[in-house]
């Protein structure tokens, strides 16, 4: 199944800034005429409209100088762990007079409800088909949020542990791997690693053991044991097990002295040449695969950490996107050097679907940023700007995304013990971040302290964040609202300094 397919376009009207007004069902003709009268009478006494529909905003979405409070994720778990939305009837009213602010849940349109006192006995005289209500309501929590996130339950491209979910299949040329045979025998894991070491070695004793019962028995040497005038090829072998003795002691070099092989035959001396050479190379390879598979800073990225999710809140007056890394060791990485990547599928504007693109998120490459002194724990940041994927995106649009950002932090192994054993040793830690894994409108929490004269890391605190002030709007919206600002508060100075001038007195 490929992951993070596109969603077909979904109604904007839905998802809009402002409630929008219903479609009440069809009424019948004579019932809107016998009503007539009394809604007329109930809008003249009243004088205000009602508040199933709240009035539109005249200007813009966003109001300036009112400050726009961050939708908290835990709030949305506590306003649908009933299993109905808070906005599932009934529905706050709206004043008459009361300005619209814009809203970080969904909005959508208030239903009729027969609990909503005196203007939902009025509502309740229009008939409605059987079931309608229950059906739109239960339409309405399959779009909640909490649905929405159960729902997204799909394959990861990168765990949270860094292993990647890519399965290679149908591989035609597999004779490329023996090719490059020492590489393929320290990428296996270690049970096949460990069989296929002792395997060279048994099937090596186990031939040339063989080989030197073959020699023996055609010589006659097995059938003369004991015979003093007998000049044997191979002494004191008389069966298959002492000839497998014989081929291991003579590979091993450990030579008991009862069994080997004489002077009186030429192939006896060949055979012993040819299994030490053999021998010789077997641990060659098998020793240095097992010393690049035990010494590979694979391991090393164990003590490499991540923070379970991303934050976006505003740093110096910017939208930035952060997550924060640690180093559990006291050995610090050597050049350490950060990089995201953002995975998401998309359909270009030909018609060509690319499925898991990957395009780059610049986590300061061009200040030098992503190099990093890891001594304590970071918080790295993605400034989101025109150039950023994420230019677009608010905080409703984030909960109707599907991406994946992929953090590769690369870096060499400090030296410990003999540098040139442990020089351009690079180890690299990867995790992944989807879109239900970011806060919006939250901050990470200090974790160092000074204590003694040193700084010291709380490593308790390294996942804690608190909501901080943040608007909703994506930062393409807040950087528009920013120059609608400047542009109005340049007009106003212009008119001041108009009113300002002195006016200029006409001459004689």
């Known amino acids: 199944m490929l992951a993070y397919l596109p969603r077909p376009p979904t109604d904007t009207s839905r998802y809009g800034t402002f409630p929008q007004k219903p479609d009440l069902p069809a009424v019948p003709r004579a019932l809107v005429e016998d009503g007539g009268q009394q809604a007329a009478a109930t809008t003249a006494k009243r004088g205000t409209p009602m508040p199933n529909y709240p009035s539109a905003p005249r200007h813009s979405s966003f ?32 004043e008459g007079g009361a300005r619209l602010y814009p809203l970080h849940a ?17 509502s309740s005289t229009i008939p409605t088909p059987e079931g309608l209500q229950s059906r739109r309501c239960k339409l309405l929590e399959e779009d909640s949020p909490t649905v929405q996130a159960g729902k997204r339950q799909r394959q990861r491209y990168v765990t949270k542990v860094g292993k990647c979910q890519v399965n290679l299949g149908n591989i035609q040329d597999k004779k490329r791997f023996l090719s490059d045979i020492f590489t393929t025998i320290v990428d296996l894991k270690y049970r096949w690693f460990l069989f296929v070491f002792m395997m060279c070695y048994i099937v090596t004793w186990v031939v040339f053991g063989f080989i030197y019962f073959l020699d023996a028995w055609v ?105 924060r890394v640690g180093d559990l060791r006291e050995s610090h990485m050597v050049d350490a050097k950060i990089r995201a990547k953002l995975i998401k599928s998309r359909q270009t504007a030909e018609g060509e679907f690319i499925p898991l693109e990957q395009s780059e998120l610049n986590l300061g490459y061009d200040t030098g940023e992503d190099r990093l002194f890891l001594v304590e724990p970071q918080i790295i940041c993605h400034v989101i700007n025109r150039h950023s994927p994420f230019w677009d995106m608010s905080a409703e649009s984030l909960r109707r995304e599907q991406f994946e950002i992929i953090i590769i932090l690369e870096g060499i192994v400090e030296a410990t013990g003999n540098r040139c054993l442990a020089a351009g040793m690079t180890c690299q830690a990867r995790t992944s971040y989807t879109e239900d894994e970011i806060l919006w ?68």
């Open 106 to 122: 969904l909005s959508v349109a208030n239903i009729p409800n027969s609990s909503r006192g005196k203007t939902s006995a009025r």
């Open 219 to 323: 010589r006659g040497d097995i059938g003369h044991q004991g015979d003093p005038e007998w000049q044997a090829c191979i002494e004191n072998v008389d069966g298959f097990v002492s000839a497998l003795l014989l081929s291991v002691e003579s590979q091993r070099t450990i030579g008991y002295g009862t069994r080997m092989v004489t002077a009186n035959c030429a192939e006896g001396v060949i055979l012993l040449i040819a299994q030490s050479i053999v021998g010789s190379m077997i641990d060659a390879m098998m020793v240095g695969c097992m010393f690049v598979k035990i010494s590979r800073p694979k391991k090393r990225a164990q003590t490499l950490i991540f923070s379970k999710n991303c934050v976006i809140s505003c740093r110096d007056e910017k939208l930035c996107l952060m997550f």
């Open 63 to 94: 109001v300036p100088g009112e400050p726009s409070l961050p939708l908290s994720r835990g709030s949305l778990t506590t306003q649908h762990h009933r299993g109905r939305p808070s906005w599932c009837p009934p529905p706050v009213p709206q």
């Open 441 to 508: 409108g939250y901050r990470f929490e200090p974790c160092m302290s000074l204590e003694k004269g040193a700084f010291q890391v709380d490593y308790s605190r390294f996942e804690m964040t608190f909501e901080v002030q943040t608007p909703a709007a994506s930062a393409k919206e807040l950087h528009e609202l920013k120059e609608l600002e400047q542009q109005e508060h340049s007009t106003l100075s212009l008119y001041w300094d108009h009113l300002l001038q002195p006016c200029a007195l006409p001459g004689p």
